[in-house]
């Protein structure tokens, strides 16, 4: 859910309107959760939950193997995937898969596996839905201090690789 | 000023601006960010109120009670099973003419437990006396406390309301609200100045018995003071309108009514889902427009007959069902229209979190041309079997 809020408060620094929530479950740390993002030129009025994505995170790539993540995707839509291994799976047709190890690079900014500001990063750079500096604006609107600028360190490492990448 | 925030966090600092005096709550999910916010905001004295921290939704709102008839500015907020408990002090709040502000952030009511979306447990206080706001975004939610402050603490009125929001679906939505500050609000909302209080030096009862020969008597004025409240909403919506250029004078918000053919009815989040699906349907050609319910108690029956006149059928979506009978909101739309013969189609939807898309409201509308009505939509035989 933090990614999710902070991608559309980026988006929303933005100039668009944006609206984030979770996929309301049994909130506990490290169960399996979805949570989305809607931005728009025109105030979000729709509640239900997002059934064809233009955009997909997958926070764990285990969960590949349990959910059909890719669900619904739209044609030319992209899928960035959190693992340090190469994708072993199908990808259906007319889909960009993008990799990142984010856990890796969020375990060198910030010493924990915590992905969130990480792979927003990777989205900002795979989507250019949103630009660094409304990112950086959100992390430091959430977080403070040191913690603040590690968070923007890892973001931008995120996001220059996949600008390289993609 | 715009703001991005959780719905949540802009309900609390919406009740930070009203300035509460007392606030008395029981934490419950969804409802929990609320009042550990507020918890917050007077432990770091930001919000010069006492916090009464109680063991039970009882004691919570039975502490409201008692501050209020003390003469404080009181706060609650609650949801679902915790506002069952809350049962029997809900309608003493209202006979005692205490206007408590209580946010109930939807829920629906076990068994079986569900910890998700409907509009049950405020529905079934439907005749506790209690005004009863709901809000379709997070922008009503945060103005309609504003207003129910202003209008329950009215000398006239003096009755509790509650703010009803949908539980998750706006409570844990973050989205940009236009958030009032505190002068705005102070210019809107004066402070609470009580016609009658708990005063040692002038001692007096509150509740007291009333034998067969005054009990009728009490419940007449009770919703008497409910019935006039229609016109204090009204006023206090167009002030609130003149000040910040949100009119809330109407306790109905007709949506592509005009030349509507069939009209959906509904009231909270689902309006937002609802417009878009009638803007995809506009684009078919099919004549079809929405009249929210920004205000169930006192029911807006003139507004709602007025709006509703006119057309061929009406589509009631219900997110709460009166078990034996129907709906709530479509038993209210078939009084306002009695005597009208437009007919009226209950779908009991969007129980216990069930996610509706714009595709449902396509096929309710569908379902109403076809004339089936009065069913629960989209019901899982498979499981039923």
């Known amino acids: 859910m933090t990614a999710a809020e902070l991608i559309a408060v980026a988006a929303f620094a933005g100039g668009v309107f944006a609206q984030a929530f979770p996929a309301f479950g049994v909130e506990r740390r490290g169960a399996p959760v979805q949570a989305f993002v809607r931005f728009d030129n025109q ?35 992209i899928v ?9 799976y199908p990808i259906p047709p007319g889909v960009k898969v993008i990799t990142i190890d984010a856990t890796s690079i969020a375990l060198k900014h910030l010493g924990l596996p915590i992905t969130n500001t990480t792979l927003m990063g990777a989205f900002a750079a795979a989507s ?39 | ?53 109680v063991e039970s939704e009882f004691s919570a709102l039975s502490a409201c009670l008692g501050a209020s008839a003390a ?38 009511l076990g068994a079986p437990l569900s910890i998700w979306n409907d509009q049950q447990d405020s529905i079934s206080l439907r005749d506790s006396g209690w005004l009863q706001f709901y809000a379709e975004d997070n922008q009503e939610a945060t103005d309609l406390h504003y207003l129910a402050y202003k209008v329950a603490e009215d000398r006239n009125i003096l009755l509790p309301a509650f703010v009803c929001f949908d539980g998750f679906i706006l409570s ?14 102070d210019s809107f909302l004066p402070p609470y100045s009580p016609v009658q209080r708990l005063d040692s030096e002038d001692p007096m009862s509150f509740g007291l018995f009333a034998s067969p020969d005054y009990y009728t008597e009490f419940r007449y004025q009770i919703d008497k003071a409910l019935k006039d409240a229609t016109k204090k909403i009204s006023l206090a919506g167009k002030e609130f309108g003149e000040m910040f250029g949100r009119d809330y004078s109407e306790m109905v918000e007709a949506y592509r009514m005009d030349d509507a053919d069939c009209a959906l009815v509904a009231m909270g989040s689902i309006c937002g889902t609802v417009k878009d699906a009638i803007d995809e349907m506009r684009k078919d050609g099919k004549k079809v427009g929405l009249l929210k319910l920004r205000t169930f108690r006192p029911f807006p029956e003139k507004e709602v007959r007025k709006a509703l ?23 209210e739309v078939k009084d306002a229209l009695y005597g009208s013969m437009i007919p009226v189609f209950d779908y009991i939807i969007a129980l216990g979190g069930r996610d509706v898309r714009k595709k449902d409201i396509r096929s309710v509308v569908d379902l109403a041309e076809k004339g089936k009505g009065d069913l629960f939509y989209g019901l899982r035989q498979e499981v039923l079997e």
């Open chain 2, 1 to 53: 000023m715009m703001e991005f925030m959780e719905g949540s966090h802009a309900v609390a600092h919406a009740v930070k601006y009203c300035r509460p005096q007392v606030i008395a709550a029981y934490p419950i999910t969804p409802q929990t960010h609320i009042v550990e916010a507020l918890a917050d905001m007077v432990a770091n004295c930001h919000l010069d109120a006492e916090y009464i921290t």
């Open chain 1, 43 to 77: 105030k979000v009025r729709l509640r239900s939950q997002v059934y064809e994505p233009d955009y997909i995170i997958v926070q764990d790539s285990s969960l590949i193997r349990d959910v059909n993540v890719f669900q619904g995707l739209k044609q030319g839509g």
């Open chain 1, 128 to 166: 250019r839905e949103i630009g660094l500096q409304a990112l950086e604006g959100a992390i430091r609107q959430r977080f403070s201090g040191e913690l603040a600028d590690k968070n923007v360190a890892a973001a931008r490492e995120a996001y220059e690789h996949v600008k390289g990448v993609s």
């Open chain 1, 80 to 88: 960035i995937v959190n693992t340090e291994k190469a994708i072993s």
């Open chain 2, 172 to 185: 844990h939505t973050y989205e940009p609200v236009d958030m009032l500050n505190q002068d705005q609000v």
């Open chain 2, 309 to 331: 006149l006119g057309v061929s059928r009406v589509a009631v979506l219900d997110k709460n069902i009166s078990l034996g009978a129907k709906g709530a909101v479509a038993l």
């Open chain 2, 71 to 108: 003469g404080s500015r009181v706060y609650s907020a609650t949801t679902s099973q915790g506002l069952a408990l809350m049962f029997e002090v809900c309608f003493n709040c209202a006979g005692m003419r205490i206007p408590v502000v209580m946010s109930i952030v939807n829920r629906a």
